[in-house]
Nanobody, 121 residues
Framework: QVQLVESGGGLVQAGGSLRLSCAASGSRFSINDMGWYRQAPGNQRELVATITSGGRTNYADSVKGRFAISGDNAKNTEYLQMNSLKPEDTAVYYC???????????????WGQGTQVTVSS
């Protein structure tokens, strides 16, 4: 069984920065695509950023130039560096990873538990 554990959320003033981490643990797996979604109260879950196993990234227009997604294959961890934060970035952020189990070769999307990011004006 694979688990994704998020960390790094919190309260920050507008213009500040935060870095979110998402670490995968478990037995014998490989990670394919990874990414982050966010959900603000009353809103639908929104895709924020993605990164492929080859390192290709994609961002929502609302965060381009401010957020950066990266991965550390050795640590099975992805990161979301968030700079120039705005109050409208306030949301619960969820990481995901598309993981292939070595035993079955099946690929499953796993989700982190979510971490709150609050940006004050």
């Amino acid at each position: 069984q694979v688990q994704l554990v998020e960390s790094g959320g919190g309260l920050v003033q507008a213009g500040g920065s935060l870095r979110l981490s998402c670490a995968a643990s478990g037995s014998r797996f490989s990670i394919n695509d990874m990414g982050w979604y966010r959900q603000a109260p009353g809103n639908q879950r929104e895709l924020v950023a993605t990164i492929t196993s080859g390192g290709r990234t994609n961002y929502a227009d609302s965060v381009k130039g401010r957020f950066a997604i990266s991965g550390d294959n050795a640590k099975n961890t992805e990161y979301l560096q968030m700079n120039s934060l705005k109050p409208e970035d306030t949301a619960v952020y969820y990481c995901y990873a598309d993981i292939t189990a070595a035993a079955t070769s099946f690929t499953t999307r796993y989700w982190g538990q979510g971490t709150q990011v609050t940006v004050s004006s």
